[in-house]
């Protein structure tokens, strides 16, 4: 099974975390628009109090789970259309 899709996830969620990192992202709305745990965080806690460096590690670990059940998916494809042919 390749992981290209586990990879570029990865990635994505690295750069969303950077670009709230360096300050370009000044009032969050991309690095909030685009982490799932944010989203989450948000209903149970006052996000403020929750600490910067683990919302980063839950987006990156989040994009690559994501990421690697597509690659699940389509390896399950890629099975299902050798075995027909």
Same mark, same amino acid.
Not at 11 to 34: E, K, R, S, W
């Given at each position: ?17 950077? $670009?709230?990192?360096?300050?370009? +992202?000044?009032?969050?709305?991309? $690095? ?7 989203? $989450?965080?948000? $209903?149970?806690? +006052? ?23 597509? +690659?699940?998916?389509?390896?399950? +494809? /890629?099975? /299902? /259309? /050798?075995?027909?042919?």
């Amino acid at each position: 099974m390749r992981y290209t899709v586990t990879i570029i996830a990865t990635l994505i969620a690295v750069a969303i975390c950077a $670009f709230n990192y360096t300050g370009y +992202d000044p009032h969050n709305m991309v $690095f909030f628009m685009l982490s799932i745990p944010a989203w $989450f965080a948000d $209903f149970f806690v +006052d996000i403020h109090e929750v600490s910067v460096l683990l919302m980063y590690a839950l987006t990156i670990v989040s994009w690559a789970v994501i990421g690697y059940i597509v +690659d699940v998916f389509i390896a399950r +494809d /890629r099975r /299902r /259309r /050798r075995s027909a042919a």
